[in-house]
């Protein structure tokens, strides 16, 4: 064969990696595979998410996951699943930017959809005989209800058994709770908080044992194009090899910081998950407090106090955060729909990070006396 220009042999030249054994799996950084390659296109799967959705199928205890761009995603796949006329129901506490899009897709596709109280039995049993699918989270978001995973189960399958049950497990995490084993059909996260830990990448995962539904998810990102990107596959797997160690220490200083809040008088209520070893072996992370009376309003002068805890919207990472349902995680929502969910300027969401127990401590005693501080000179100007 003629010899090739340089930039030809150049832009063909490769190193042979059949012999690198990397210890640990290198950014598949492609788009493309030859046509003997089981991958394909990456739109389609590729190494990194393969090896990430595998490692996560270990946690979840499922047979199969399906890795998603963001959790967002992974729900609106999972939504996809649904067909005109289908009635959805959600559970009544759950996450703002969910609960917004179950209200507008259900307006597109012409869903029903149907928001009940899925922690009480009256809401339970309000099922309807024709519900498609049921979803929600547990721990809910606020408040930190309990959802019976397996009552919910059972009653959908009463009503009808080719609906689907599909918990959010993003809060209590494959560690700690896994759906599938609890009757769920599907179990979703939002991979950006926990699995990630650390604020630097987004993605989400489906976790399911069911392979005909397995192959429609798959199906639907491989033409939606929901594929995580191999960047983010490659940095979520590594955040994994931490992730059990990460989450012990999350639920250790949660524990210690809540006996602490329990002892101000500030605080009028701690909200805190209840652990059971048939559903949520553990929790940690996570919490919500509510103001005592006198500090109803004082949200802003109490987040501007503390310098350990990052505001805005990310959370569930090594950072602690602090956070107000009502401007924050709920701010999408009617006040009147916030208020009818008891969610009031008061309530204070509080994510534990993986600072010095005592230095978190020492910042919300600052931020608790600042308060006190401003109520005295509050009482003094009125006087
Ligand atoms: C419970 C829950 N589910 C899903 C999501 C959406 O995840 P993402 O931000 O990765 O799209 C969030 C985001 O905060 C969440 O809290």
């Not at 389609?44 to 996560?56: F, Q, R």
């Not at 809910?140 to 009552?151: D, E, G």
């Not at 594929?227 to 220490?249: K, V, Y």
Request: overall charge negative; glycine content about 4%; hydrophobic content about 40%.
């Amino acid at each position: 064969m003629k010899k090739q220009h340089p930039e030809t042999a150049a832009l063909h030249f490769r190193i042979d990696n059949s012999e690198t054994h990397p210890v640990a799996t290198p950014i598949y950084q492609n788009s493309a595979f030859t046509a003997d390659s089981p991958y394909f296109y990456t739109r389609k799967s590729n190494p990194n998410s393969v090896e990430l959705e595998g490692a996560l199928a270990l946690l979840e205890k499922s047979k199969h996951v399906i890795s998603t761009t963001t959790g967002m995603s992974a729900i609106m796949l999972v939504l996809q699943q649904l067909k005109p006329n289908d009635h959805l129901v959600i559970n009544q506490y759950i996450y703002g930017c969910s609960y917004k899009l179950f209200q507008r897709y259900a307006k597109q596709m012409g869903l029903t959809l149907t928001i009940l109280d899925l922690s009480t039995e009256t809401g339970r049993e309000a099922i309807p005989d024709d519900v498609a699918m049921v979803l929600f989270e547990t721990p809910t978001n606020p408040f930190l209800k309990t959802i019976p995973i397996q009552a919910v189960a059972k009653i959908t399958a009463q009503k009808n058994p080719n609906a689907w049950v599909v918990v959010d497990n993003t809060w209590a995490t494959a560690l700690f709770q896994n759906p599938l084993e609890c009757g769920a059909d599907i179990s979703l996260a939002s991979a950006t908080k926990y699995v990630s830990g650390h604020s630097d990448v987004m993605g989400g995962f489906i976790a399911v044992n069911e392979d005909q539904l397995a192959d429609d998810l798959l199906q639907t990102r491989f033409y939606s194009g929901a594929i995580l990107d191999p960047n983010s596959a490659w940095l979520l797997r590594r955040s994994l090899h931490t992730f059990p160690l990460r989450m012990r220490e999350h639920l250790r200083i949660t524990q210690r910081l809540s006996a602490y809040l329990n002892t101000r008088e500030e605080v009028e209520k701690i909200y805190l998950a209840e652990t059971n070893p048939e559903q949520l072996r553990d929790y940690g992370g996570i919490i919500f407090f509510e103001f005592s009376l006198a500090y109803q309003d004082y949200y802003v002068p109490f987040r501007d106090a503390l310098t350990l805890f990052d505001t805005g919207t990310g959370m569930a990472c090594v950072s602690s955060m602090v956070a107000q349902p009502w401007s924050g995680s709920h701010a999408s929502l009617c006040d009147h729909e916030k208020t009818a969910m008891g969610i009031n300027r008061g309530l204070v969401r509080l994510c534990f990070g993986l600072e010095n127990e005592a230095d978190l401590i020492a910042d919300l005693e600052h931020a608790f006396a600042t308060l006190m501080a401003i109520a005295r000179h509050e009482t003094i100007a009125n006087d």
